[in-house]
C-alpha cells in the first residue's frame, strides 16, 4: 500500500495577491500504518473491490456542475504539496492512492483564484449521498459517494482522518474555506469532502 507523505492543508497568499490552497507538512503527523479513527468502511454502504493502479484523468462532480482534468500534484523542495497553478485544473496528489485504489486517493483544488471562482467554489455544498465521479487512464470511471463534508480550522486539521490508512476505496477532496483574514491573506478553515467507491465502469 503507498504510504502518504504527512501534510495538512492550509491557504496561502502567493505574489500579486492571488489567492490560493497549499500544503504544508504537519510536524506532528502520526504513523500511517495506524488507521485513521472510524476507518472501517463506511456505514450504510457496502464494500465493492478494488482496482488496480491507473492515473486519474479528471473529476466530474454533476450537482455542482464541477468537470474538470486533474493535473499531478507532487512535493516542492521544501516538502509542501505542489497546488495547480490556476483557479482549474484541481489535482491529484501522486503520492496517495489513486481512485479506487485502496486507501485514501487526495485531490485538491482552488476556492478561488485572482477574484474568479475555483474548481472547488462549491465544495462546501456538497452533502451526504452525492456523487463523484473520477475518470482514469484505464478507461474506467470510479464512482464515490459521499459520506460526509467537514470544515476545520487550519491549526486542528485532521491529518489522521484525512490521510490515514484505510481498507476501503475512498476519496477526499480538499480546499479552503470559512472566512477570509484579510489580515492575514488568508482563509481561516479547510473544507474537507470524504466520500467512498460505489461502483465502477468501463466505457
Known amino acids: 500500500m503507498r504510504v502518504l507523505t504527512g501534510v495538512a492543508t492550509v491557504c496561502a497568499v502567493f505574489s500579486l495577491g492571488l489567492v490560493a490552497c497549499g500544503l504544508e507538512p504537519e510536524l506532528d503527523q502520526p504513523p500511517l500504518s495506524v488507521p485513521a479513527p472510524g476507518a472501517q468502511a463506511p456505514a450504510g454502504g457496502s464494500m465493492v473491490a478494488p482496482l488496480a493502479h491507473s492515473e486519474p484523468l479528471r473529476i466530474e ?46 485531490i485538491a483544488g482552488h476556492v478561488n483564484w485572482s477574484g474568479d471562482p475555483g474548481v472547488f467554489a462549491k465544495l462546501h455544498e456538497l452533502g451526504p449521498g452525492d456523487q463523484v465521479a473520477v475518470v482514469r487512464r484505464d478507461g474506467a470511471t470510479v464512482l464515490f459517494r459521499v459520506d460526509r463534508v467537514d470544515r476545520y480550522p487550519k491549526h486542528k486539521f485532521p491529518t489522521r482522518a484525512v490521510y490515514g490508512d484505510i481498507p476501503y476505496s475512498g476519496l477526499r477532496l480538499i480546499t479552503c474555506g470559512g472566512d477570509f483574514d484579510r489580515a492575514a491573506h488568508s482563509y481561516l478553515d479547510n473544507i474537507v469532502v470524504y466520500a467512498s467507491m460505489v461502483g465502477s465502469a468501463k466505457v
Open 61 to 106: 462532480i454533476p450537482i455542482l456542475g464541477v468537470k474538470s482534468d486533474l493535473m499531478d500534484l507532487g512535493l516542492n523542495r521544501d516538502g509542501t504539496m505542489e497546488t495547480p497553478p490556476e483557479a482549474y485544473p484541481a489535482g491529484w496528489y501522486t503520492g496517495s492512492p489513486t481512485p479506487g485504489e485502496i486507501g485514501p486517493a487526495i
